[in-house]
């Protein structure tokens, strides 16, 4: 299959990304300049005189462009290999309102669906890769010691691969309708860059139900100050079953950072960090 135009429709596609990443910053940047204000976890430095923000932010515009290409590319390669499926709109057809039986559910029991199995299968990627030869990758994650909701996108290609990426292509090719995206989408954003928000949020019990500012912030912490647990993207429930939950009691974590020193500040050094290491 060969398209004359794919140059093009990425540089779209990168274009289109770009319109909807702006006004999303924007409303977050706001939303969280006011509950950090009021209820920091580690008052200080806001998010915007952060030493490393053009590195964040560097991430937070190229990560969804990147994810999105990969994304599709995948969904597209798995349709030919697994399903011999090659025709732009037999393509369409397939993907477009999922199949099989899993896209005969409601759509928000799908919404749901995915939310749980993606959180489940990213608590194992996310174990895997804070051991042996995956921490290089993971440790870009880490390597934010003024951490902020802006610091959400941090991540390698490879992580992301290894990762989100591939949970969502695994997810859609089973049959899960892509229009689940309109709701989690927007969830998983704004999710994402709340756990990472230096806010002092536990949310009481609820601290057993969903992932909270907390909950993320002590899994951001060193080894001996109660890293290595809380792994859980969404859901705790998975580190309460797997014995790696943690959240003491009038206590909050401070102190962020991996043990390396000389780990780069700025986005190539750090792309390019595990192929040194
Ligand atoms: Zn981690
Ligand atoms: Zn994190």
């Known amino acids: 299959m060969s398209n004359p135009n794919l140059p093009l429709e990425v540089v779209d596609m990168l274009g289109q990304t770009i319109v909807k990443v702006v006004p999303i910053t924007i409303v977050l940047a706001l939303i969280f300049s006011v509950l950090t204000h009021f209820w920091?976890?580690?008052?200080?430095?806001?998010?915007?005189?952060?030493?490393?923000?053009?590195?964040?932010?560097?991430?937070?515009?190229?990560?969804?462009?990147?994810?999105?290409?990969?994304?599709?590319?995948?969904?597209?390669l798995g349709a030919a290999?697994?399903?011999?499926?090659?025709?732009?709109?037999?393509?369409?057809?397939?993907?477009?309102?999922?199949?099989g039986p899993l896209s005969a559910l409601p759509l928000w029991l799908q919404a749901l669906l995915f939310l749980v199995l993606s959180d489940f299968m990213l608590y194992w990627l996310h174990r895997m890769f804070h051991g042996g030869a995956f921490w290089k990758y993971h440790a870009v994650h880490h390597s934010s010691e003024e951490l902020d909701w802006v610091?959400?996108?941090?991540?390698?290609?490879?992580n992301l691969f290894l990762g989100t990426i591939m949970?969502?292509?695994?997810?859609?090719?089973?049959?899960?309708?892509?229009?689940t995206m309109i709701w989690i989408g927007p969830f998983i954003t704004f999710h994402s860059a709340f756990v990472h928000a230096n806010l002092n949020w536990a949310l009481g019990p609820f601290k057993y139900v969903l992932a909270t500012p907390v909950f993320h912030r002590w899994h951001h912490t060193a080894l001996e100050s109660g890293g290595n647990t809380n792994f859980a993207g969404t859901?705790?429930?998975?580190?309460?079953?797997?014995?790696?939950?943690?959240?003491?009691?009038?206590e909050l974590p401070d102190n962020y950072?991996?043990?390396?020193?000389?780990?780069?500040?700025?986005?190539?050094?750090?792309?390019?960090?595990?192929?040194?290491?």
């Open 40 to 76: 920091a976890c580690n008052p200080g430095t806001p998010w915007w005189r952060k030493r490393e923000l053009v590195t964040d932010l560097c991430y937070w515009f190229f990560v969804p462009m990147f994810a999105r290409v990969f994304r599709i590319g995948f969904l597209v």
């Open 81 to 99: 290999v697994v399903f011999n499926i090659h025709e732009a709109d037999e393509l369409i057809a397939f993907y477009d309102n999922g199949h």
């Open 151 to 158: 610091s959400a996108a941090r991540f390698h290609p490879v």
């Open 167 to 179: 949970v969502d292509v695994v997810l859609l090719m089973a049959g899960i309708s892509p229009k």
């Open 235 to 250: 859901f705790p429930v998975w580190d309460m079953l797997f014995g790696t939950f943690r959240m003491p009691k009038n």
């Open 257 to 277: 950072g991996i043990e390396d020193q000389s780990f780069p500040s700025e986005i190539g050094g750090q792309l390019a960090y595990p192929f040194r290491h």
